[in-house]
């Protein structure tokens, strides 16, 4: 009670109300829907729903969906924060079209950006054609989807890294030079430690979203069993049998993956962030 | 300034809730909705413009007519979920079925309502090829030869895409004298030329058709058609199979809807209207095979000779199709098996 009243003097009063509305607004749009999600799997029982989600092909299809979405993700972090690097770093001509650019793929239908892809990168597409006689068949396989999740995700990094990047102080790094640290150094042990937890961020949202996406991927994945089919492709055809119980299930279980996921790279993050406090 | 401007905002506000009144008292009169699947959109929309006209010389009442278009099975879920159709005009039996035993919403016994298997208008399956036909694909034995490369949707995704697979298996099954192993190792080899399943028929189209991959696409017969005297004239040919199904996108009325709504009588004489002369001659129109003879006779020269079979002679009903064949460890997921 009295630890309330000491915080009475805050400029903006209202700690009980914004945490009921919070609490009120996170169960309405998070939490009721999952629930349901948990009661239709539950509906199966439970070995069931273990049989469904540890089927051979299930299990073929999150190597896939995990596996793809974590290259992509890993390929975003480093190319991202050179984008956003460049984005705060330099003044050029045509930066803030640059900057603009970087949003597309947050505005494209992600069924658009799945069947230009696809266009662009199959045989006969600009790309595909010079890529097919080395050997490399982009699209319709599992180079083709990490290639999807990389455009997907790209805005994530970019926009986590450049705030934090532009509130870093230039003179910060002046400071390491003049007490002759070299460049690499300068990068390693002061650069980076001040944009680690954003990039980590970055790379948790760009995961998250990468490991649901179905939209972009469908298109340009072939969708082969056992090959290159992706988890959310599953809980369709699973749906097509009127099967709720079982796509639920695979549907429960991957997001207690990603939760688990999310929750190890925010400890992550919490550990890095104490580590350079 | 500021006065005049508000006053502008109030006249705008006030024209604009004239405008949408005027909008609502035109639309007094009944409304229907139609729940399809993906290529049946122009077909319905020339017979909804055709059943409105009879409608209102028959009984001089107004009736708008509303068409959603999606995946067949989609749709069915759609509806399972609440979507209030008064009547349904999917691909497959299957997924009305679902709506019979998972939505509880008409009798399971739905399909002897209507004449023709309540399958007004009808399709088959035939094949899309190049110009000039580079393959030389006749049959559905040309289709498992070394280097031709085939495309076809997923059957588990794809409830039109089901329909291929088994004209693919009916066909084998008749060539070989009822031989099912025969029939299976056919279908096994030929899925095995498919190097891309996608989700539905416009992208296993657009696959074929804007990529440029693949021989030859197994497509229905009215898709196919479409593509050929509409889209792009003189890229592609049909090729029709010595034999195929008879693809029966069946039509039914959602009973719990329309009695609830009251729109029972005016959803059965849209059903009913189309095995009218009318409605046959819009279905032909739009590429499907009419089931009234005279109106069969008048587009006979549109529609390739094939030797055709039903899905009740060879496979049994849907139920039964969809256990063996398209569900989780069935057929078709056996061929996937790895050491297939």
Known sequence: ??????????????????????????????????SATFLKASTAGWSACWHT???????????????????????????GLVVAWVLVRYQFPGRRIIDALVDLPFALPTAVAGITLTTVLSVHGWIGRYLEPLGITAAFSPLGVVIALIFIGLPFVVRTVQPVLQAL???????????????????????????????????????????GEYGSVVFISGNMPMRTEITPLLIITKLEQYDYAGATAIGVFM??????????????????????? | MMSIRRSTNLI???????????????????????????????????????????????????????????????????????LEADVVTLALAYDIDAIAQKGDLLPTNWQTRLPHNSAPYTSTIVFLVRHGNPKQITDWDDLVRPGVVVITPNPKTSGGARWNYLAAWGSALKHHGNDAAAAKEFVTKLYKHVPVLDTGARGATVTFVERGIGDVLIAWENEALLAVRELDQGQFEIVAPSLSIVAEPPVTLVDRVVDRRGTRAIAQAYLDYLYSEE????????????????VAAKYATQFPQIELFTLAELFGDWQQTQQVHFSDGGVFDQMYQPGQ
């Open chain 1, 1 to 34: 009670m009295s630890a309330i009243r000491g915080r009475r003097h805050r400029v903006i009063p209202g700690f009980g109300l914004t945490l009921g509305v919070t609490l009120l607004y996170l169960s309405l749009i998070v939490l009721i829907p999952l």
């Open chain 1, 53 to 79: 989600v540890t089927e051979p092909r299930a299990l073929a299809s999150y190597r896939l969906s995990f596996g793809a979405a974590f290259i992509g993700a890993a390929v975003n972090a480093i190319m």
């Open chain 1, 169 to 211: 102080d230039p003179e910060l790094e002046e400071a390491a030079a003049s007490l002759g640290a070299g460049r690499w150094q300068t990068f390693a042990r002061v650069i980076i430690p001040e944009l680690w937890p954003a990039l980590l961020t970055g790379f948790a949202l760009a995961f998250a979203r990468a490991i």
């Open chain 1, 255 to 277: 997001l207690l993956v990603s939760f688990a996921l999310l929750l190890v790279i925010n400890l992550l993050q919490w550990w890095s962030g104490k580590r350079h406090a």
């Open chain 2, 12 to 82: 705008g506000a006030l024209v604009l809730a004239g405008s949408l009144c005027a909008v609502a008292s035109a639309q007094k009169g009944q409304t229907l909705l139609n729940v399809s699947y993906d290529p049946t959109r122009e077909l319905y929309q020339d017979y909804n413009a055709a059943f409105a006209r009879y409608w209102k010389t028959k009984t001089g009442e107004d009736i708008t007519i509303h068409q959603s278009h999606s995946g067949s099975g989609k749709q069915a879920r759609a509806v399972i979920d609440g």
């Open chain 2, 279 to 294: 409605g046959q001659e819009i279905a032909a129109k739009h590429y499907y095979r009419p089931r009234l003879q005279a």
